[in-house]
């Protein structure tokens, strides 16, 4: 198996409309045009496509239908580590770099929300750019949650290779679930108020012996860009269809298959 300046990265991360000025750079063609890495061993066998899930009661977290029962502070300092068909991402996460934004990220993960949540947006030419995910597989939890707005962290971190932040709709104050994972050194978003929330974890090998191929850099270069930035235009559709509508129209991306947290360890 093989996601601006200025309010182009609203497109990208809101579905709606936005202008599209003409850009003068690679990075800067990526954003306006959207507006909104020893040999490892293979990513985990998947067979067929991610769910297209009902949300049942019974089974899930009350938090997905309701925000205010996911609401957690997280700890000061935590790995999040996703699990996905082109294998495992980490990311150390410190509350004091933006703490709204890592406090929602830390909920989402343990309510659930990540579970087959596609990567429907990798941008990896004409240079790397993002891989943008976080629209739920269901579209009844998009119903709510794309409503669920963070007021803005103030930029601590940049927005270099490596770096997670929460997307927006133009304006800081509009994050709710979409993330970006910056594939090169995006800081031109510094300004625009994209705040990083964590970063993936260096040195992450198989065997931990220094040296090695990166886990992290493995698996982002595994992840398919076969569509690349043209589902960003189809957000509506994937908030109100959800996978079902990424599975039909946009077959074999990757997704997340379980999301964890937990305390890094002493040294």
């Known amino acids: 198996m093989r996601c601006a300046v200025l309010s182009a990265v609203f497109v990208a991360c809101s579905g709606a409309d936005a202008s599209q000025p003409a850009p003068p750079s690679a990075l800067e063609s990526n954003v306006a045009r959207t507006s909104e890495l020893v040999d490892l061993p293979p990513p985990p066998t998947v067979t067929g496509t991610a769910s297209e899930p ?4 019974a089974r899930a977290h009350p938090g997905l239908m309701n925000p205010s029962l996911a609401v957690q502070r997280a700890p000061d300092v935590f790995t999040a580590t996703l699990s996905t068909t082109a294998g495992p991402l980490a990311f150390a996460c410190e509350r004091k770099h933006a703490p709204l934004g890592v406090d929602r990220f830390f909920s989402l993960i343990n309510i659930g929300y990540f579970k087959d949540v596609m990567f429907f947006r990798v941008v990896t030419t004409p240079r790397p750019f993002v891989v943008q995910f976080g629209i739920h597989a269901e579209p009844r939890v998009n119903a709510i949650w794309r409503h669920q707005k963070l007021a803005a962290d103030p930029v ?8 997670l932040t929460f997307a927006q709709a133009g304006t800081p104050d509009t994050r709710t679930t979409q ?3 910056n594939l090169a050194d ?7 108020g994209f705040a990083p929330i964590c970063k993936l974890t260096p040195a992450l090998t198989p065997l931990g012996w220094p040296g090695e191929p990166d886990v992290n850099d493995t698996t982002l270069s595994r992840i398919s860009s076969q569509h690349g930035d043209r589902p960003t235009a189809q957000q509506e559709r994937i908030q109100t269809e959800g996978n079902a509508f990424l599975n039909r129209e946009f077959p074999n991306l990757d997704f997340i298959t379980e999301a964890t947290t937990s305390s890094p360890a002493v040294p």
Not at 186 to 192: E, P, Q, Y
């Open 54 to 57: 009902k949300v049942s009661a």
């Open 156 to 163: 601590v971190l940049s927005n270099t290779k490596g770096t």
């Open 186 to 192: 995006n800081t031109s978003l510094d300004g625009m």
């Open 179 to 181: 993330l970006l994972i």
